[in-house]
């Protein structure tokens, strides 16, 4: 069974400049995450969609990010513009169900750098 | 405010022997604890959950031990190997909320 797909892999641009991230979850699953990993700490969910619906965005900061998940299957995620701050490992990750449960399969992340 | 913390960022074990790796975490709705794996250039992995009304839940090599009264959880590693050296996440949810709460993480590294 494939793994969560993220691309690409590694970014680096501007402070200002725009970005954006790719994700396709496992086949099947209903749920889709982004969560932000800045440098030595836990990743912190941005938004959680289920099926194409977002459930929970309440800490994605809707004036620079923006994401969407058409089709209930692809999803990306856009920085526009980016802020040094920004600089992380973006996560997705998917699961069957929108409970949460252990069953929370991550894609390896795309590490942003903003200079 | 919820918060979910580790006691130490780093661990160093000799090969062979156990570790143990802790968490504490202030929210007292907290039902559901997951630890993760999280090994260098790659997202995290499940190791092993353990929900509120079990204190000590057992896998391959690994246990879980959940003490509700000071609201500490921790993960035992037994015989470490070279490939246990990885970042550790507890991670805790409460029932009704669907946000997961990663805590900061401890670097286990093994010492061959």
């Known amino acids: 069974e494939a793994g969560v797909a993220q691309s690409p892999r590694y970014k680096i641009i501007e402070k200002r400049q725009s970005v954006a991230f790719w994700c396709n979850p496992i086949?099947?699953?209903?749920?889709l995450y982004w969560y932000q990993q800045i440098l030595g700490q836990g990743p912190k969910l941005l938004i959680q969609?289920?099926?194409?619906?977002?459930?929970?965005d309440s800490q994605l900061p809707k004036d620079r990010f923006s994401a969407e998940r058409l089709k209930g299957v692809d999803s990306t995620l856009k920085i526009q513009p980016a802020k040094l701050e920004d600089s992380a490992v973006y996560l997705c990750?998917?699961?069957?169900?929108?409970?949460?449960?252990?069953?929370?399969?991550f894609g390896e992340g795309s590490r942003l750098t903003v200079l | 405010g919820e918060s979910v913390g580790l006691h130490l960022p780093t661990l160093s074990v000799q090969e062979g022997d156990n570790s143990i790796i802790n968490c504490a975490y202030s929210n007292s709705a907290s039902d559901y604890f997951i630890w993760y794996k999280q090994e260098s250039g790659k997202g995290p992995q499940f190791i092993i959950d353990i929900r509120s009304n079990m204190d000590k839940r057992q896998g391959q090599r690994v246990t879980v031990l959940l003490n509700k009264t000071v609201k500490h959880l921790s993960l035992q590693i037994a015989a470490t190997q070279p490939g246990d050296s990885a970042v550790y996440f507890c991670a805790e949810n409460a029932w009704g909320n669907e946000k997961l709460t990663f805590g900061t993480g401890t670097r286990l590294t093994i010492i061959p």
């Open positions: 969609f289920q099926n194409n619906g977002v459930v929970d």
């Open positions: 990750a998917s699961s069957k169900t929108g409970r949460i449960s252990g069953e929370l399969f």
């Open positions: 086949s099947g699953h209903a749920t």
